[in-house]
């Protein structure tokens, strides 16, 4: 006689919740933001497409939000500990702008490339969006404040929207990584009055 196999035990519904967003996630950076539906949702976490819309709060425009969020924000907490690591500021922004626009970080680029267009018809992903664009000026502008320059927030903006348009160009092969980030540190010395050798954080 065989023995019949043990049930796997039950999820409860928060463990339920947490492993259709792990997997919203998954699908979010291997195939793109575009690319979290329920049947991939579900086929990703292993359960019927009827759960995944169960336990979707908010239907599947707020997965894809929470998404987008659950991965850029992962990178902004990466960058904070990598730039609260250096010395001085200098060193801590030439430390981001070379984490950035080293090649290594383009997926999470290609997900923020994604959601400022599906955010055009996902208010879920575009206040989403607005909300970690606001957390990277934060950390943008603490590494700004210390030179002293008259407009510290739109410096800080200006310095994003640079980060922005190199990463974007990135992703279709536009440009050398190297270039990018000496292009980024030149413009962003000359916008905080530093000169190029005493900004250059080696």
């Known amino acids: 006689?065989?023995?019949?196999?043990?049930?796997?035990?039950?999820?409860?519904?928060d463990e339920r919740r947490a492993a259709i967003a792990d997997a919203a996630r998954v699908v979010a950076l291997t195939e793109g933001l575009g690319a979290v539906t329920l049947r991939a949702v579900a086929a990703?976490?292993?359960?019927?497409?009827?759960?995944?819309a169960h336990y979707a709060?908010?239907?599947?425009?707020?997965?894809?939000?929470?998404?987008?969020t659950g991965i850029v924000a992962a990178e902004l907490g990466e960058v904070a500990a990598l730039v609260a690591a250096e010395p001085d500021p200098r060193a801590a922004l030439t430390a981001m702008m070379r984490t950035l626009s080293g090649g290594a970080?383009?997926?999470v680029?290609?997900?923020?490339?994604?959601?400022?267009a599906l955010g055009r018809r996902n208010e879920a992903l575009a206040a989403a969006v607005r909300a970690q664009m606001d957390a990277w000026h934060d950390l943008v502008r603490s590494l700004v404040d210390p030179f002293g320059v008259a407009d510290p927030?739109?410096?800080a903006w200006q310095i994003l929207a640079m980060i922005d348009g190199t990463g974007a160009q990135s992703l279709v092969r536009?440009?050398?990584?190297?270039?990018?980030?000496e292009l980024l540190l030149r413009a962003t010395w000359g916008m905080l009055g530093v000169a190029p050798g005493?900004?250059?954080g080696r």
């Open 57 to 68: 709060d908010g239907g599947m425009d707020a997965l894809v939000a929470d998404a987008f």
């Open 44 to 52: 990703r976490a292993g359960v019927a497409p009827a759960l995944v």
């Open 198 to 200: 005493e900004g250059s």
């Open 109 to 116: 680029t290609a997900i923020w490339v994604e959601a400022w």
């Open 153 to 155: 927030p739109a410096v």
């Open 1 to 13: 006689m065989s023995t019949p196999r043990p049930r796997a035990p039950r999820r409860s519904p």
């Open 105 to 107: 970080r383009d997926e």
């Open 174 to 181: 536009w440009g050398e990584s190297e270039d990018r980030s």
